[in-house]
């Protein structure tokens, strides 16, 4: 079994930082990539930014230059740093991780969400 845990939402008010943290444990024989996506209210999940294990990044375009996704010294944690943040950021953020639970086997896991909420 693998759980995905998401910490750190909460209500920021526009121009402020959040940051949210994600960890993966349980059976995991490699992390292929953490992802962070969001879902606004009426809107569709969204990629927000990724890191796969060779610690290459990308960023949707709305989030360039604000956000950043890094790895953690604990293990199998990665980090989204958002600033300058703006009231379209409202979300519910999701961390989605890209794990082998041995050499043949691998899936997507889930966090629960976490609300970002940013007030103007």
């Known amino acids: 079994q693998v759980q995905v845990v998401e910490s750190g939402g909460g209500l920021v008010q526009a121009g402020e930082s959040l940051k949210l943290s994600c960890t993966a444990s349980g059976s995991i024989f490699g992390i292929n990539a953490f992802n962070w996506y969001r879902q606004a209210p009426g809107k569709q999940r969204e990629l927000v930014a990724s890191?796969?294990?060779?610690?290459?990044?990308h960023y949707a375009d709305s989030v360039k230059g604000r956000f950043l996704i890094s790895r953690e010294a604990i293990k199998n944690t990665v980090s989204l740093r958002m600033n300058m943040l703006k009231p379209e950021d409202t979300a519910v953020y999701y961390c989605?991780?890209?794990?082998?639970?041995?050499?043949?086997?691998?899936?997507?896991?889930w966090g629960q969400g976490t609300q970002v909420t940013v007030s103007s």
């Open positions: 890191m796969n294990s060779g610690g290459s990044t």
């Open positions: 989605n991780a890209d794990i082998s639970t041995s050499y043949y086997a691998r899936d997507q896991f």
